[in-house]
């Protein structure tokens, strides 16, 4: 009783200040980046098929010690009742890209239109409006389901990491068949090149070498210790590791992109503005789905976070291939990282504080 007390105690207090911490980690990254720009390009330079290796080792000690606390048996458990996975897979399919290409035209092609003049070279020398190009970067997000990054948000909502695991897992899978059809339909571009390989490493990486790792420690630390000593002592120690990481992922990943923000801060709001309401569209659409299939808290608020967030590291390798490094559409998928983080905790907040509804 006394450990769960201090597990409950010490996820509040991160609760309290992770937002202060995502800010100024945010802002160091984008100074870092403006200072020493060649640091920035150097370090990025290290990537195997678009995956940055210091972000992808940054993401690897944040994942593994959310896997080493999953109890397998919840895993198991979670694959029996299936609705939340269906729930997540319908509107993260169904809805999402759709409600995503409404909003982003509606605010970027019609609305802010006046605001976002210019036109940009694109791979092969044709010439696109620059909204359009920001509209392809927001679609590329909304086609992207639920980043690994969701296990921590399933898991300071104090939702069922088995289940969230699960989620993860399956709409990694779904991403390898369905990103590319209709990522290609919705640009309306008759071949898409997705890039396989970023996302197959990116779900070994992110997914399954943390999953793989922790089951194995998981199970012989607590055959050799005792699961009294894995849980007060080895999970004590671990907690601030994976925050910690969170962190520095956030500085590196800003530092990449610190002088595009800097120079460019109007067109960063307009854009933030549809990806925002998306956010939070589909958040609400997937927790009253929840309730109206009365699933339990634990699963309810997992789906919702699984079906609000997007798997930016996919979209800005994909943005990247396909429009170059400095377009429109890169840029709107790095404002995706941007308020990624921020709107996600928030909506932790709202899951923990509606936890009576359910």
């Not at 490094?325 to 709202?350: C, D, Q, R, W, Y």
Request: contains cysteine; charged residues 15%.
């Amino acid at each position: 009783m006394e450990h769960v007390f201090h597990e409950e105690r010490r996820l509040s207090f991160f609760e309290r200040y992770l937002t202060a911490w995502v800010v100024a980690c945010i802002g160091l990254g984008i100074l870092l980046g403006k200072l020493f720009p060649q640091a920035a390009i150097m370090l990025d330079k290290f990537s195997v098929y678009q995956v940055s290796i210091p972000i992808a080792i940054c993401l690897f000690f944040m994942m593994y010690p959310i896997m080493v606390k999953i109890d397998f048996a919840e895993v198991i458990k979670a694959g029996r009742a299936p609705k939340p996975v269906i729930l997540t897979l319908f509107v993260n399919w169904c809805i999402k890209p759709f409600t995503m290409l409404a909003i982003a035209t509606f605010f970027l092609g019609v609305l802010f239109r006046g605001w976002l003049p210019g036109v940009e070279i694109v791979k092969g020398g044709g010439q696109v409006e620059l909204f359009r190009s920001y509209i392809a970067g927001c679609i590329l997000l909304g086609i992207a389901p639920c980043t690994a990054m969701v296990l921590i948000w399933g898991h300071l909502a104090r939702g069922n990491d088995g289940h969230t695991l699960v989620m993860v897992a399956i709409n990694s899978l779904t991403m390898l068949f369905l990103y590319a059809p209709l990522g290609g339909w919705l640009l309306g571009v008759n071949k898409m090149p997705i890039p396989w390989q970023t996302i197959v490493l990116s779900v070994v990486i992110y997914v399954g070498l943390p999953l793989f790792l922790g089951y194995h420690s998981r199970k012989s630390l607590i055959s050799k210790k005792g699961f009294k000593w894995f849980e007060e002592k080895f999970l004590h120690y671990l907690t601030p590791v994976s925050i910690g990481a969170l962190l520095i992922t956030l500085v590196l990943l800003f530092s990449f992109k610190g002088e595009l923000i800097i120079d460019q801060p109007q067109i960063i709001l307009l854009i933030a503005i549809p990806l925002f309401i998306q956010t939070c569209l589909i958040f609400a659409i997937s927790y009253g789905l929840a309730k109206w299939l009365k699933l339990p808290y634990r699963d309810a608020a997992p789906s919702a976070l699984v079906g609000a967030s997007n798997h930016f590291e996919v979209a800005i390798a994909t943005s990247t291939m396909l429009f170059g490094l400095s377009s429109g559409a890169s840029l709107a998928t790095v404002v995706g990282v941007l308020i990624e983080v921020p709107v996600m905790l928030m909506l932790v907040k709202i899951c923990v504080k509606t936890k009576g509804w359910f």
